[in-house]
């Protein structure tokens, strides 16, 4: 079992920066991607960014340039530095792995994170 716990969410002006901290607890094991989804209030899941173990990532199209996505394998733990912070980042931001091998998916419990114009 793997659990997942983020943080460094919060409250911040458009223009501003966040620094949000995933980290990886339990059973983990094996080749395996960590990411950053979000949620905003009536709209779907979306995924922001998505690294693997060897520190390759992606990102939604709408963050690229402004968020970095990174990975500490030895903490088992991954960052998302989100700067020029815009009000339409607004939403609750989720942490995921998946193992490659089995497509099986963990979740975290979200973080708040608020934009303000």
């Known amino acids: 079992q793997v659990q997942l716990v983020e943080s460094g969410g919060g409250l911040v002006q458009a223009g501003g920066s966040l620094r949000l901290s995933c980290a990886a607890s339990g059973s983990i094991f094996g080749p395996n991607v960590m990411g950053w989804y979000r949620q905003a209030a009536g709209k779907q899941r979306e995924l922001v960014a998505i690294?693997?173990?060897?520190?390759?990532?992606t990102y939604t199209d709408s963050v690229k340039g402004r968020f970095t996505i990174s990975r500490d394998n030895a903490q088992n733990t991954i960052y998302l530095q989100m700067n020029s912070l815009k009000p339409e980042d607004t939403a609750t931001y989720y942490c995921n792995l998946v193992y490659s091998n089995t497509n099986q998916i963990y979740w975290g419990q979200g973080t708040q994170v608020s934009v303000s114009a």
């Open positions: 690294i693997n173990r060897i520190g390759t990532s």
